[in-house]
T-cell receptor
């Protein structure tokens, strides 16, 4: 069975601090995909990144970076020098390649960045 | 770039009424997914369609039905609405066999059942 756990329900930081959002997943599949989505207060879900299970290279995009470790089944997301505009709920999601038809979402982490 | 379009953005209904939500996928995307997100919850998969055929089904109540039309847009029909149906309904689209198989989400339809 697929499952995604985001243990941090809510995190508050002050602007310019670095923050890491944790994501731990469970799957029996050897091939799978992991995603991060951002949901700002306006409600839409914004795609941030996709990672497949064969690619454990860390990725950096501006202030965002992702650390994928199969050994610990984790796909953590770090925001460097956080800004108020980063305030949102962040969802980690998992899908299996044989069934692209559903995402399994974690419960989300609400990030509050204070000025 | 064109995104997933959902209409209406907001909908207010009373108990036992019917609602229809519409979704227009990104051009050339052949797969549409519907998710329901309750207050403070993560999105839950309802149903999906590939090339106008239902491809997967999740926790969709029997009171709900959906279809994908020849132009690939999709409609989610909800009957005998209950208070618990109040939620944000997302539609997402993707292209099967595309290099990334990423689901792109619309802005959602916020349904309030009074």
């Amino acid at each position: 069975a697929q499952k995604v756990t985001q243990a941090q329900t809510e995190i508050s930081v002050v602007e310019k601090e670095d923050v890491t959002l944790d994501c731990v997943y469970e799957t029996r599949d050897t091939t799978y995909y992991l995603f991060w989505y951002k949901q700002p207060p306006s409600g839409e879900l914004v795609f941030l990144i996709r990672r497949n299970s064969f690619d454990e290279q860390n990725e950096i995009s501006g202030r965002y970076s992702w650390n994928f470790q199969k050994s610990t089944s984790s796909f953590n997301f770090t925001i460097t020098a956080s800004q108020v505009v980063d305030s949102a709920v962040y969802f980690c999601a998992l899908s299996a390649p044989y069934n692209f038809n559903k995402f399994y979402f974690g419960s989300g982490t609400k990030l509050n960045v204070k000025p | 770039a064109a995104g997933v379009i959902q209409s209406p953005r907001h909908l207010i209904k009373e108990k036992r009424e019917t609602a229809t939500l519409k979704c227009y996928p990104i051009p050339r995307h052949d797969t549409v997914y519907w998710y329901q997100q309750g207050p403070g919850q993560d999105p839950q998969f309802l149903i999906s369609f590939y090339e106008k055929m239902q491809s997967d089904k999740g926790s969709i109540p029997d009171r709900f039905s959906a279809q994908q039309f020849s132009d690939y847009h999709s409609e989610l029909n909800m009957s005998s609405l209950e208070l618990g149906d109040s939620a944000l309904y997302f539609c997402a689209s993707s292209r099967r066999g595309g290099s990334k198989n990423i689901q792109y989400f619309g802005a959602g339809t916020r349904l309030s059942v009074l």
